[in-house]
T-cell receptor
Framework: QKEVEQNSGPLSVPEGAIASLNCTYS??????FFWYRQYSGKSPELIMF????GDKEDGRFTAQLNKASQYVSLLIRDSQPSDSATYLC??????????FGAGTRLFVKA | SAVISQKPSRDICQRGTSLTIQCQVD?????MFWYRQQPGQSLTLIAT?????????ESGFVIDKFPISRPNLTFSTLTVSNMSPEDSSIYLC??????????????FGDGTRLSIL
């Protein structure tokens, strides 16, 4: 069974802090990794994708991938109350299907 | 990224009836996907719809209950048949960008919030 694991949270951080969201996956052959943000009552929105080991930065977001440890993370710098949402980690283990984690709820306190 | 339009956005239906959800993509895509999301839960894949072939269903989902059409590269429908209150959920369609290769991200429609009385 291919799995993607996330801490359900909620993760609470003060405004302006760095939020760190973590994800592990079970299929060592996975090649593609995605982070989605989902506001309550809305559909998931892609915010980052990463394919290679290391860091990938886009604005306030940084995705980090460590394939040896089967670990992917998302850092949100200068967190804002508008970042409060559920963040879904998703992994493509090969083929056309993507496996989604259960999500981590983030709450940014003003 | 592609724009994915899904309708209806919500509906309230009587048990025993069926509802067809439509999903339109503004560009041609190889793979489209249908998910269900219960409140507070993550996404559960119902089936993968590839144009020109039968949909591939995940364990626990069958064609008689969730028939899918994929008549062309921009459109798909999901029917929820003989509905019961257990079918109350949000149904989401998504499309794999970049020609549908698995390593490309999926983008989602706005979802259909379905309630069965």
């Amino acid at each position: 069974q291919k799995e993607v694991e996330q801490n359900s949270g909620p993760l609470s951080v003060p405004e302006g802090a760095i939020a760190s969201l973590n994800c592990t996956y079970s299929d060592r052959g996975s090649q593609s990794f995605f982070w989605y943000r989902q506001y309550s009552g809305k559909s998931p929105e892609l915010i980052m994708f990463i394919y290679s080991n290391g860091d990938k930065e886009d604005g306030r977001f940084t995705a980090q991938l460590n394939k040896a440890s089967q670990y992917v993370s998302l850092l949100i710098r200068d967190s804002q109350p508008s970042d409060s949402a559920t963040y879904l980690c998703a992994v493509n283990p090969g083929g056309f299907k993507t496996i989604f984690g259960a999500g981590t709820r983030l709450f940014v306190k003003a | 990224s592609a724009v994915i339009s899904q309708k209806p956005s919500r509906d309230i239906c009587q048990r025993g009836t069926s509802l067809t959800i439509q999903c339109q993509v503004d560009s041609q895509v190889t793979m489209m996907f249908w998910y269900r999301q219960q409140p507070g839960q993550s996404l559960t894949l119902i089936a993968t719809a590839n144009q020109g072939s039968e949909a591939t269903y995940e364990s626990g989902f069958v064609i008689d209950k969730f028939p899918i059409s994929r008549p062309n590269l921009t459109f798909s429908t999901l029917t929820v048949s003989n509905m019961s209150p257990e079918d109350s959920s949000i149904y989401l369609c998504s499309a794999g960008m970049g020609g549908g290769a698995g390593n490309q991200p999926q983008h989602f429609g706005d979802g259909t919030r379905l309630s069965i009385l």
